[in-house]
Structure formats: structure tokens, C-alpha cells
């Protein structure tokens, strides 16, 4: 396994969250990395990413103000703090591994997937 995330929770709406994400060395050091979610039946959506220096983020206009991405002193770590979550935001999260080292909004600039973390926000 090559990206991990976890964090993932069943909270009320206003509550938040951060969700975690750890990437081998080898995978994930020098890439952007981005933070995805899909609910059943729809494609996956963009949330957020990040550079590889972690100086440059992006967020989809659902998220910009609540949520915010950042990577760790390790640079193969990431997280997704979240906050006035809603019960929009319930989904199955997803963090990825670019294929370059800027910010990438497209599941096809992604080439490496965690699992999956499941948030469930309850009105």
C-alpha cells in the first residue's frame, strides 16, 4: 500500500474533522498531492491539493473557507482539516498522489490512490 488515509468519522453538522493521509517516501515526496471524495452513484470530485513544497493549495468552491489542506514536515504526509462540516460533505474521501509536482484538480493528473476514509456529517 502506498498512500494510507484515516481520520474518517460519523460527526453532526457544525463539528469538524481532520483527516490524515501517509505516503511512502518514494511515492508521494516530490508530487502534489489532493484530497477527493464520491458518495454512491456519482463520480469522484476534486476537494483540494497541494504542491510538493506545500506552499501552493487549491480548493473546489464547496469546500474554500472551511476546509484546508497542508502537508507535514515530512513531506510524504498530508492532512485535510474540515470544518462546519455539513451533510453535503458526507462521502467516501479519497487522498492521491500526483503524477507532477504543482497543484492538480483532475482525477487523471492522479496516479496513486489511498482507500478511502468514510465521513458521515448527520444534520
Known amino acids: 500500500v502506498q498512500l494510507q488515509a484515516s481520520g474518517g468519522g460519523l460527526v453532526q453538522a457544525g463539528d469538524s474533522l481532520r483527516l490524515s493521509c501517509t505516503a511512502s517516501r518514494r511515492t508521494a515526496t516530490n508530487n502534489g498531492m489532493g484530497w477527493f471524495r464520491q458518495t454512491p452513484g456519482k463520480e469522484r470530485e476534486f476537494v483540494a491539493a497541494?504542491?510538493?513544497?506545500?506552499?501552493?493549495?487549491r480548493y473546489a468552491e464547496s469546500v474554500e473557507g472551511r476546509f484546508t489542506i497542508s502537508r507535514g514536515y515530512a513531506q510524504n504526509t498530508m492532512s485535510l482539516q474540515m470544518n462546519s462540516l455539513k451533510p453535503e460533505d458526507t462521502a467516501v474521501y479519497y487522498c492521491?498522489?500526483?503524477?507532477?509536482?504543482?497543484?492538480?484538480?483532475?482525477?487523471?493528473?492522479?496516479?496513486?490512490w489511498g482507500q478511502g476514509t468514510l465521513v458521515t456529517v448527520s444534520s
Open positions: 492521491a498522489a500526483a503524477r507532477g509536482s504543482s497543484v492538480a484538480t483532475s482525477t487523471t493528473s492522479y496516479n496513486y
Open positions: 497541494v504542491d510538493w513544497r506545500g506552499g501552493t493549495t
